[in-house]
């Protein structure tokens, strides 16, 4: 180690888009701490006072976390964007048949392809766990594939309600933050 100082690794969980870090939140990793120094809680007190919601992390279990939170997030708005490009899907067509989800979706695929190409790559390349989210994702996407080409209603409404089940109550307060969020959008058209 080239020095004895404290390390203290930390994550902020926005971009630099934001405007006000009362109520970001930051990942925290004390990674190595002097004997006797304050620096931990001098820079918890810190984030605190700028009013940010601070969590106490590991390495391994943020790399787990995040592998879901960026990697597979990411990773399956990289498939959706390369799959429209690959199907020469006219935007502006489907933007005059579009429906609030679908005008949502594309907002947030296209959003991500007017960014950092270096930033996404860093972060999905990164993490260790990306090998298991990228096979989950292709298992995932084969078994809604073999459920659709086979027409079976009842195997893809049997499989839809395991995935309902795993959501459990958070389904029924995603349904309704991401109508609100819809019902703003189209307000705004």
């Given at each position: 180690?080239?020095?004895?100082?404290?390390?203290?690794?930390?994550?902020?969980?926005?971009?630099?888009?934001?405007?006000?870090?009362?109520?970001?939140?930051?990942a925290?990793?004390p990674?190595?701490?002097?004997?006797g120094?304050?620096?931990?809680?001098?820079?918890?007190?810190?984030?605190?006072?700028?009013?940010?919601?601070?969590?106490?992390?590991?390495?391994?279990?943020?790399?787990?976390?995040?592998?879901?939170?960026?990697?597979?997030?990411?990773?399956?708005?990289?498939?959706?964007?390369?799959?429209?490009?690959?199907?020469?899907?006219?935007?502006?067509?489907?933007?005059?048949?579009?429906?609030?989800?679908?005008?949502?979706?594309?907002?947030?695929?296209?959003?991500?392809?007017?960014?950092?190409?270096?930033?996404?790559?860093?972060?999905?390349?990164?993490?260790?766990?990306?090998?298991?989210?990228?096979?989950?994702?292709?298992?995932?996407?084969?078994?809604?594939?073999?459920?659709?080409?086979?027409?079976?209603?009842?195997?893809?409404?049997?499989?839809?309600?395991?995935?309902?089940?795993?959501?459990?109550?958070?389904?029924?307060?995603?349904?309704?933050?991401?109508?609100?969020?819809?019902?703003?959008?189209?307000?705004?058209?």
């Amino acid at each position: 180690s080239a020095t004895e100082a404290s390390v203290i690794d930390t994550h902020p969980l926005f971009g630099p888009s934001v405007h006000s870090l009362q109520g970001q939140r930051m990942a925290i990793t004390p990674g190595r701490l002097v004997p006797g120094s304050n620096w931990l809680q001098w820079l918890c007190q810190m984030y605190r006072g700028a009013g940010m919601m601070l969590l106490e992390t590991t390495p391994e279990d943020h790399d787990r976390v995040m592998s879901v939170v960026q990697v597979l997030t990411h990773f399956s708005t990289e498939v959706l964007g390369r799959t429209m490009q690959k199907l020469g899907v006219s935007i502006d067509e489907t933007l005059a048949f579009t429906s609030p989800i679908y005008h949502l979706e594309l907002l947030m695929t296209a959003r991500h392809f007017a960014q950092s190409p270096d930033l996404y790559g860093a972060i999905e390349m990164s993490n260790p766990n990306t090998p298991q989210v990228v096979d989950a994702f292709r298992a995932a996407a084969e078994e809604f594939e073999s459920l659709l080409l086979a027409n079976d209603q009842d195997a893809f409404s049997e499989t839809f309600q395991e995935v309902t089940n795993f959501f459990g109550p958070f389904a029924d307060t995603a349904l309704r933050e991401s109508t609100y969020l819809i019902d703003r959008m189209v307000e705004r058209s």
